[in-house]
Structures are given as structure tokens and as C-alpha cells.
């Protein structure tokens, strides 16, 4: 675990920023519009229930290859789904000991 404030956890942030950022399709358009840690954009004592990191697309069509500083990646979408979150989506959740799920929150 990188300890908060340290250098190591700086570095370590620095290189995902710098490797999502770098994301670019075959053509050079930038893939990656931002990305940022959930306790720098969000702090607060609920922090624990975000992800920890976010990454926001440049809203380009999907791409099945795209070039990074850390090499290339190559993918095919499964279901046609984009995986792009808008104001108007959902969530809905259900845990085992749930009666019902709870939908629309």
C-alpha cells in the first residue's frame, strides 16, 4: 500500500495520469479526456464508496486499437456497449441478503 502523501504514491499517480493520458488511436486522436483520483476531486468522509481512480473518454467512436506510452492496446467490444456513463443512466444494485434490489438510485 503507498502511504498517502508519500513520494512513491506521487510517482505512481504521475505514471497512470501520464499512461491514460497518452492513450491515442491509430490516427492520433486523444482517446482519454481525463483522469483523476477520486480522493483528489471528491474528498470527504464517503470517498471509501468511489472508485479511485476515474477516467473520462474524449467521446470518440469506440476504437479497437489504441497506442500508449506503455505499448499498444488491442480490444473488441463484446455486446456493442460502449461503457459510457451519462446523467441519464442507472444503477441498480442487489445484494444477497437483499429482498428486493434497489433500482433507479
Not at 60 to 82: F, H, K, N, Q
Amino acid at each position: 500500500m503507498l502511504k498517502r502523501g508519500s513520494a512513491s504514491l506521487a510517482r505512481y499517480s504521475d505514471l497512470v495520469r501520464e499512461s491514460f493520458s497518452s492513450l491515442r488511436t491509430v490516427d492520433g486522436k486523444r482517446v482519454v479526456g481525463d483522469v483523476y483520483f477520486s480522493s483528489e476531486k471528491f474528498p470527504g468522509k464517503r470517498m471509501g464508496f468511489l472508485p479511485d481512480l476515474i477516467v473520462t473518454w474524449d467521446g470518440l467512436e469506440p476504437a479497437s486499437r489504441a497506442e500508449s506510452t506503455l505499448g499498444t492496446v488491442v480490444a473488441e467490444m463484446d455486446t456493442g456497449r460502449g461503457g459510457n456513463h451519462r446523467g441519464v443512466g442507472f444503477r441498480s444494485y442487489c445484494a444477497p441478503e437483499a429482498s428486493k434490489p434497489a433500482t433507479n438510485i
